[in-house]
């Protein structure tokens, strides 16, 4: 995102203030731009489950600060805590944290980093220990900045000769710490002078394309066209798209990718016409824990978000009018799984991986731990 507009800042204790991390309310864009600032570690939990932060990387950075607000000094005795009570606090806040949300990686993968920092920690150092996670959070925040940065230019290569584009949901600057995944050549693009023409989903049942795409790809003097979600296989069939770009929440080792439902079906409209399909990723959004994408965790979340529309001001969390009547069922998955035989390839910030498979991913690791001299 180019505006001035940051996802999430962090805000240290002083005096009497306490640490706190605070967001841009992604419930409320367009209609408001407002910060929610949270002190506590139950208020950052249900930002992240509310969607006030989202987007996979974004989730991980909110998170990796939260670890800081984990209540160390709040013990009822009046004896400073033991270095034992203090780690403890703060893997329970880990533990915590990782409950707020299943599918994006990103979240496990920046509490992992913090839970080293915690077990790192020896008795005599337990005293630095507070001021070691803020650092390790904000170098999170910082590293995912360049990263977003190195997706851009490597996206650049494979859009160069394009004139429009569709992405799905939101994977921009508001995803991210700046710039974003999916929206991170587009915007590299149009520094460069070379302004793409997108079309973005609206991306039922949140909005994120409408309301969260839309509106920082406008902000950025990027032209952009939302459309309803089921119109992209019309939009291709009358040649008006010549790439699909999206970002992902977990990759699997052998390339299938979860991203937002409803990008599945797009991969498969973009194969049928005969129109690439780019994913944009950094490296911790990879789980290559998991061989395949069928053993992703994908969030299941509240049936409200079906029942009614959004509800006054674009707020997701108010409820707008009755959309489905009582008596139906609703299903209401958050993410989906694109095999990796749909996917053209697959973009972080080490570079590209064209049509991905196992081997490839594999190789594309194994390079990053053996870089050419
Ligand atoms: O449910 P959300 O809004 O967190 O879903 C976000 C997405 O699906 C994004 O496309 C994904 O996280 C990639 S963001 C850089």
Request: with cysteine; glycine share 6%.
């Given at each position: ?55 996979a ?45 299943p599918t994006a990686v990103n979240l496990f993968w ?138 992902s929440d977990r990759i699997a080792e052998n390339g299938d990718v979860a991203n ?21 990723a950094?490296t911790n959004t990879f789980d290559l824990e998991l061989a395949s994408g069928d053993l992703i965790p994908i ?36 993410f989906?799984v694109t095999p990796a ?15 991905p498979?196992r081997?490839?991913v594999q190789?594309?690791f ?8």
């Amino acid at each position: 995102m180019t505006v001035d507009a940051e996802t999430i800042r962090y805000r240290a204790a002083t005096g009497d203030t306490p640490a706190a991390v605070d967001l841009l309310d992604q419930t409320r864009i367009p209609a408001e731009l407002e910060r929610l600032v949270c002190e506590s570690l139950p208020e950052l939990h249900d930002a992240i489950v509310r969607l006030v932060v989202r987007g996979a990387p974004a989730i991980g950075i909110a998170a990796a600060y939260g670890v800081t607000l984990a209540p160390v000094d709040s013990s009822a005795s009046p004896e400073p805590a033991s270095p034992e009570d203090v780690r403890r606090c703060y893997y329970d806040a880990i533990e915590y944290l990782a409950t707020s949300r299943p599918t994006a990686v990103n979240l496990f993968w920046a509490l992992d980093r913090m839970r080293g920092i915690v077990e790192a920690s020896t008795d005599e150092t337990i005293g630095d220990l507070p001021q070691r996670l803020i650092d390790e959070a904000t170098a999170i925040h910082d590293e995912d900045r360049s990263m977003c940065r190195a997706m851009g230019k490597h996206g650049a290569t494979l859009l160069g000769d394009c004139q429009t584009v569709l992405t799905h949901c939101n994977a921009g600057g508001l995803a991210t710490s700046q710039y974003g995944t999916a929206l991170s050549p587009i915007y590299y693009l149009h520094e460069k002078g070379h302004t793409l023409n997108v079309f973005a989903d609206e991306t039922r049942p949140l909005m994120q394309g409408s309301r969260l795409t839309a509106w920082e790809l406008s902000q950025a003097g990027v032209p952009v066209t939302v459309c309803i979600d089921s119109m992209a296989g019309s939009l291709m069939q009358r040649g008006l798209v010549d790439a699909v770009i999206v970002g992902s929440d977990r990759i699997a080792e052998n390339g299938d990718v979860a991203n937002k439902i409803g990008t599945y079906p797009l991969a498969v409209l973009a194969r049928y016409h005969d129109v690439p399909f780019y994913v944009v990723a950094p490296t911790n959004t990879f789980d290559l824990e998991l061989a395949s994408g069928d053993l992703i965790p994908i969030e299941q979340r509240s049936e409200d978000e079906m029942r009614y529309t959004l509800g006054a001001d674009s707020n997701v969390h108010t409820k707008g009018r009755m959309a489905v009547p009582r008596e139906a069922s609703v299903i209401n998955p958050a993410f989906d799984v694109t095999p990796a035989d749909l996917v053209t390839a697959i973009v972080t910030e080490q570079g590209v991986i064209k049509q991905p498979t196992r081997e490839k991913v594999q190789q594309h690791f194994a390079a990053i731990q053996t870089p050419a001299s």
